[in-house]
């Protein structure tokens, strides 16, 4: 069956230059870009999508991080979407829990500077997708 999920390139990875080899590694993975667009995103749609961590001690912080420059926006798709790209993007935090060889513990080293973002959950995907992808 064929899954989506919603998978954002971060500010940091966008001015890193890494878009091609983040792009390359989830196309490897078997997994197909079903549409990618970048953009700068305004404080309402960052607020949106991280409305979860509304009120925690570090969104301030992480809507000034999204806000801070170009994200690649991506719907990716494919069996176990889900799942397949977070086992590439590897854990949340870069150096404690991202192993070698996913995208997080090859080039990060900051949890909130992290590189990427994917969906946790199908319910999660469907919002994001249509938060960033109205006409999706």
Do not use: C
């Not at 080899?21 to 993975?29: A, D, N, P, Q, V």
């Not at 991080?65 to 176990?80: H, Q, Y």
């Not at 949340?92 to 997080?104: F, L, S, Y």
């Not at 990060?108 to 995907?125: F, K, M, R």
């Amino acid at each position: 069956m064929t899954e989506r999920t919603l998978v954002l390139i971060k500010p940091d990875g966008v001015k890193r230059q890494l878009i091609g080899e983040i792009l390359s590694r989830i196309e490897r993975k078997g997994l197909t870009v079903a549409a990618l667009q970048l953009q700068l995103v305004s404080d309402e749609l960052a607020r949106k999508h991280y409305a979860e961590h509304d009120g925690k001690p570090f969104f301030g912080s992480l809507l000034e991080f999204i806000t801070s420059g170009p994200v690649v926006a991506a719907i990716v798709e494919g069996p176990r979407a889900i799942a397949a790209f977070r086992q590439i993007a590897g854990g949340t935090d870069p150096v404690e829990k991202a192993v070698p060889g996913t995208i997080r513990g090859d080039f990060a080293l900051i949890t909130q500077d992290n590189l990427v973002h994917g969906s946790d959950s199908p319910e999660s995907a469907a919002r994001e997708i249509e938060l960033w992808f109205p006409d999706a």
